[in-house]
């Protein structure tokens, strides 16, 4: 077995603790930031433990931000009338890189899953009724990932949302 100086080893260990990262990857990357100006390693460090500090979730769609709504809900030029329901961040930025959605989102947290115990209390699924409730946007868009899980969590929002709209009829 390959080893390392401690703290090398202890970078590498932690790098493979990142979605995607094999000891491979982990072992290239540690190897990049030694050949790294040490400035620009005490910025990498910094901003990492920055991007902890500073950030939280927005309170109207559970994204990203520095202040008490993201920049999506803060941007009054998006479309109001469209919302994307997406299970995670990266899902909303995923859209967001195709320049082409200009509504707004929620995130749930999450997938319905009760094999992983992760059921309706877990996500924010009662804020999202309660701000379609406000928007009433025209389409909400269930854009969950194409999984068991997924394919699950939009039909079970699906039948709330139907429910809600008839609850919502005039008699």
Avoid: W
Avoid at 8 to 28: H, N, T
Avoid at 39 to 55: M, N
């Amino acid at each position: 077995m390959l080893r390392y100086a401690a703290p090398l080893e202890r970078v590498v260990q932690e790098l493979e603790r990142l979605p995607g990262i094999g000891p491979k990857s982990a072992q290239r990357l540690a190897m990049h930031l030694m050949r790294m100006n040490p400035p620009d390693v005490q910025s990498l460090g910094e901003s990492i433990l920055e991007l902890r500090r500073a950030l939280r979730e927005c309170r109207e769609c559970f994204n990203y931000s520095v202040d008490e709504l993201c920049p999506i809900c803060q941007d009054t030029g998006r479309d109001r009338s469209v919302l994307s329901v997406v299970e995670q961040p990266g899902d909303l930025m995923a859209l967001e890189r195709s320049g082409e959605y200009r509504g707004l989102y929620h995130i749930l947290g999450g997938a319905l899953s009760p094999l992983d115990g992760t059921g309706h209390e877990d996500l924010h699924i009662d804020a999202l009724m309660e701000r379609i409730m406000r928007l009433q946007p025209a389409e909400v868009i269930l854009a969950t990932s194409p999984t068991v899980d997924g394919d699950a969590t939009a039909e079970y929002l699906r039948k709330l949302i139907e429910a809600q709209n008839r609850r919502d009829e005039p008699d």
